[in-house]
């Protein structure tokens, strides 16, 4: 998992519209990887905190995006802070108000929602910069292992080479979370007695 924050002064957010920022989900591999050297020398600032597979295990995701957050914050120092809310509707006070506190003494202007990559354009620049880098990792995979699909649940093509690597080793593939739920449906799915 990536999680990467993007800095920007005010003046330069107009910039962001130019280049054609938009939430990166809505735009091809091809079109996110062209857009990013143009974001990073634009940027006042960027960081970028990968999460492996061991370390998502070791704790709840929340915790984990909660921790990343922080860093990202705490290495960009901005004076407002817009981000994407990686727990539901009820729960974003409650999350706010645990950032607040590991950001602590440091203190900014914090927006945080839901689908916020849609909403702002720097938020939508940040979530560029971490599927780029995820999508690095994931061809860097692919060096190794051979065709991997996306590493997203619902591919097909990740399902199958889950299925295959199982079959082939009895275990999940060191790149994937042992505690993933989607290779432990699979795993029941196909390999229960």
């Keep these: 998992m990536v999680v990467a924050g993007f800095a ?10 130019e280049l054609g920022v938009k939430d990166s989900k809505q735009l091809s591999p091809a079109r996110r990887e062209a857009m990013a050297p143009k ?20 704790g709840n995701l929340t915790d984990l995006e909660l921790e990343a957050f922080a860093q990202c914050i ?3 120092k ?9 727990v539901g509707p009820r729960a974003i006070p409650r999350f706010r108000a645990r950032l607040l506190e590991r950001l602590a003494p440091f203190s900014t202007e914090l927006v945080l929602e839901n689908r916020a990559d849609v909403r702002f354009p720097v938020v939508s ?12 990792r994931i061809a860097e995979l692919k060096g190794i292992h051979g065709e991997i699909g996306s590493g997203y649940p619902g591919d097909p093509v990740t399902r199958r080479f889950l299925i295959a690597w199982q079959e082939r080793h009895g275990g999940p593939p ?3 979370r042992t505690r993933w739920a989607t290779f432990n449906k699979l795993s029941q799915r196909h390999f229960a007695f």
């Excluded at 920007?8 to 519209?17: F, M, N, Q, V, W």
């Excluded at 990073?40 to 998502?56: M, T």
């Excluded at 901005?78 to 990686?86: H, R, S």
Aim: hydrophobic content about 55%; charged content about 25%; glycine content about 4%.
């Design 78 to 86: 901005p004076a407002a802070v817009y981000a994407d809310a990686p």
């Design 174 to 176: 060191p790149m994937a």
């Design 8 to 17: 920007l002064g005010a003046r330069d957010l107009p910039r962001l519209s």
């Design 125 to 136: 620049a940040a979530s560029i910069l971490a599927k780029v880098r995820r999508d690095l």
């Design 39 to 58: 974001l990073e020398v634009l940027a006042a600032g960027i960081h970028r905190v990968e999460l492996s597979p061991a370390e998502l295990d070791k």
């Design 74 to 76: 705490l290495a960009l």
